[in-house]
């Protein structure tokens, strides 16, 4: 009981939705239908795909983790390292099953899509990889994490019926990626003193606090103009990056001391992709 219950905390419950609601929204866009497909791809990124991305990060990155005040609630476990063989084997054994069936339901563009997620999975924390740890491409990997099961829904549906994404659908996943690389830079802000404390190299690390809000709110603002070239009602979505922006603009001139009070604003972005999230599920109803 105390493994199970570890490791749904280690999996950030609240996070779930972030990473199946672009499958599903992605591939019902795309298919119109409910399918196998649909379903097994959207439980498979609602919890195997999040019980081992955010599993492994929390085995690899005990040492900061012991730093890091914010662990042990709704940002994540301190897993004991009797935990940590445990959740990585059932990191693998309950993600590798389903996402070989999808890739089975696909074709090449599903396994490339597949493979990519995965390995954007386990490369920003495991040894060797640690793409957490090399500022800048650790917020690429994290967007990955997030804007990858869009892609495997588009990739299946091209693979499935044909599909084949126009300028808007790419405007839209290339908006997604700023968006992502700048909630990941953001949500790196807090963890300046632990991660440095431990050794562990970060975009917000390396440039240091002030600067890492002011690009995040630079990749956000990014985001909201390029969503600005889609089709109608797509431009409508930028105004989606306002309410990120608004909680960012008052730590324009934090101090990587006073870092860890950014924790406030980044609980906010937890409930705030709700909110945006069902403005968003409002929009695509309206283009279907």
Not at 30 to 58: C, K, Q, S, T
Not at 111 to 129: E, H, P, R
Not at 159 to 168: A, H, Q, S, W
Request: hydrophobic share 55%; net charge neutral; glycine share 8%.
């Amino acid at each position: 009981m105390s493994l199970i219950r570890q490791l749904l905390l280690s999996s950030r419950p609240f996070s779930w939705i972030n990473t199946a609601f672009p499958f599903a929204a992605a591939y019902l866009f795309a298919v119109r239908e409910i399918d196998w497909v649909l379903l097994l791809g959207a439980l498979f990124f609602l919890v195997p795909y999040n019980v081992a991305m955010y599993g492994i990060n929390d085995v690899f990155d005990y040492e900061s983790d012991l730093r890091n005040p914010r662990k042990g609630g709704i940002e994540g476990a301190l897993l004991h390292p009797s935990l940590h063989a445990p959740v990585l084997w059932i990191s693998v054994l309950s993600t590798v099953p389903p996402a070989l069936l999808l890739m089975l339901g696909g074709g090449p563009a599903t396994w490339v899509a597949m493979l990519v997620s995965l390995f954007a999975v386990a490369a920003y924390s495991v040894k060797g990889l640690r793409f957490k740890e090399r500022p800048f491409l650790d917020s690429l990997t994290s967007s990955t994490h997030f804007v990858s099961p869009a892609v495997v829904g588009f990739a299946l549906a091209h693979d499935r019926f044909g599909f084949t994404p126009g300028p808007t659908v790419m405007i839209i996943l290339g908006a997604f990626f700023l968006w992502g690389m700048a909630a990941h830079a953001f949500g790196a802000v807090q963890d300046v003193v632990p991660d440095r404390e431990a050794g562990i190299s970060s975009v917000a690390t390396a440039i240091g606090s002030r600067s890492t809000v002011r690009m995040a709110v630079l990749l956000w603002a990014a985001a909201g103009a390029l969503l600005l070239l889609g089709h109608w009602p797509t431009p409508l979505a930028a105004l989606l990056v306002i309410p990120y922006i608004a909680i960012s603009l008052p730590w324009f001139k934090v101090t990587d001391e006073t870092s860890a009070a950014v924790n406030s604003s980044w609980r906010r972005f937890i409930w705030l992709n709700y909110g945006c999230g069902l403005l968003a599920t409002l929009m695509l109803f309206w283009i279907w």
